[in-house]
């Protein structure tokens, strides 16, 4: 019965455990298969494949522009505040036998008060089909990016990344991934020769690590994850190799508060001679995040987050430093 329950066959599995009821309804087998049938079928009846969720928040931004430190003439006052907003969706269909399947839409916007050139548009739809093998899942999740900003079309990426997730021991999950992405930008350049030097535009090769803990009954988790990218882009400016260390853990504390805490490391080291500035690029960015959660009821959470970015680069004009303070609600 556990075995169909896990292949999310639960008829089978509910007629497998009336067998065993029916051959000795007095004993303590018997007993036991009841309470399995019991918890089966109401597992079965509270399945919903539709997940979904809305955000609405206001943000505080201490650098809405990503002005850089040497401060560069006419500008606009950079520290500003918005409203940010998100919505998403998800489809996970209960597929029998090992086939997994899982779809989500997310879209993500922030409305600034004052630089409108800030605004952005994020939405993201993926799909990922997969197989589930003994103590693991092989999955290739493929999604789509379109990206907005002052209200006009910006980039938009494609990106298939095929993923292996193991289970080491209980509760214990490594994960590696390799695939490919694509980049295109969808705005107009002054001229050719920008959008030969200044064009991020290109393949993007990827290599990710991951490893998984969880406790506190599964409710909370902490993260270990490396990746590595080769930007092959039209622009000689943006060809690059990056690699990315990321460290997160969510820790709940109590019924019905949990903190999330997240610190990351990402450093580039460009490939070409930038013709304006004369020296070879290399920039390091780190990124440090803290946030706080309360559950009111299964429904409807409060959410508190203060980000710090700083990003340090041979080139001026890539560094910058940054802070955000988010406060919103969140239903579903």
Do not use: C
Request: glycine share 6%; aromatic share 14%.
């Amino acid at each position: 019965a556990q075995i169909y329950v896990a292949d999310n066959e639960y008829e089978r599995a509910s007629q497998v455990l009336q067998d065993v009821i029916n051959a000795a309804p007095e004993s303590n087998l018997a007993e036991s298969a009841r309470e399995y049938n019991r918890r089966y079928q109401q597992m079965a009846k509270e399945y919903s494949p539709w997940r979904g969720a809305v955000q609405l928040g206001y943000m505080y931004d201490s650098n809405s522009i990503a002005e850089p430190e040497q401060t560069i003439p006419g500008l606009p006052d950079a520290e500003d505040s918005a409203l940010n907003g998100r919505f998403r969706i998800e489809y996970s269909p209960r597929m029998s036998g090992r086939f997994l399947f899982s779809t989500r839409y997310d879209v993500n916007a922030i409305f600034y008060d004052e630089n409108s050139i800030a605004d952005q548009v994020v939405q993201n739809i993926a799909f990922s089909p997969g197989y589930r093998l003994n103590g693991s899942t092989l999955t290739a999740p493929f999604s789509y990016t379109h990206q907005t900003r002052d209200g006009e079309s910006y980039q938009q990426t494609f990106e298939l990344v095929p993923t292996f997730n193991m289970n080491i021991v209980a509760r214990q999950i490594l994960q590696l991934g390799a695939g490919y992405a694509f980049r295109d930008t969808l705005f107009d350049f002054a001229n050719a020769t920008t959008e030969a030097l200044e064009s991020r535009e290109g393949d993007i090769f990827l290599v990710r690590l991951g490893y998984y803990y969880l406790f506190a009954g599964n409710r909370g988790m902490a993260n270990v994850r490396y990746e590595f990218s080769d930007e092959q882009t039209d622009g000689r400016h943006w060809e690059n190799q990056g690699q990315r260390f990321e460290l997160s853990t969510l820790l709940p504390i109590g019924e019905n508060l949990a903190a999330d805490l997240y610190a990351g490391v990402y450093s580039q080291d460009f490939e070409n001679l930038n013709t304006i500035f004369g020296v070879v690029r290399s920039d390091t960015t780190k990124n440090a995040a803290v946030g706080m959660t309360w559950t009111i009821n299964e429904d409807l959470s409060l959410y508190a987050r203060y980000q710090y970015t700083r990003a340090d680069s041979n080139i001026f004009i890539y560094e910058y430093r940054r802070s955000l303070a988010m406060l919103g609600v969140e239903y579903g």
